[in-house]
């Protein structure tokens, strides 16, 4: 089994997707959030908002890459849009 997940960071108001061999994304959570992912370290810390099982690493692969593309970021932003705060202009 393996699994995609969706990060999001209040910090940094964005969102990361990963995959991972094992099916358990709170254990890359837990590596995200120490600082042993070079591409996640700024944005801590981390809160696991989404995550789905895969029967292989390759499956959970394709789904990764496919929700880092601009349909599958536009999902991401609908479904989960509400995590980020609204930015109010003045004026």
Same mark, same amino acid.
């Given at each position: 089994?393996?699994? %995609?997940?969706?990060?999001?960071?209040?910090?940094? =108001?964005?969102?990361?997707?990963?995959?991972? $061999?094992? &099916?358990?994304? =709170? %254990?890359?959570?837990?590596? *995200?959030?120490?600082?042993? +992912?070079?591409?996640?370290?700024?944005?801590?810390?981390?809160?696991?908002?989404?995550? &789905?099982?895969?029967?292989?690493? *390759?499956?959970? $692969?394709?789904?990764?890459?496919?929700?880092?593309?601009?349909?599958?970021?536009?999902? +991401?932003? &609908? =479904?989960?849009?509400?995590?980020?705060? &609204?930015?109010?202009?003045?004026?």
């Amino acid at each position: 089994m393996a699994c %995609i997940y969706i990060l999001f960071s209040e910090s940094k =108001q964005c969102f990361y997707t990963g995959s991972s $061999r094992s &099916e358990n994304a =709170q %254990i890359r959570l837990i590596a *995200h959030n120490s600082g042993r +992912v070079r591409s996640t370290k700024s944005g801590k810390p981390w809160i696991l908002i989404y995550d &789905e099982s895969h029967a292989d690493y *390759h499956d959970a $692969r394709k789904r990764e890459l496919f929700l880092k593309t601009g349909i599958g970021r536009k999902w +991401v932003t &609908e =479904q989960f849009g509400h995590y980020k705060k &609204e930015i109010r202009r003045g004026g």
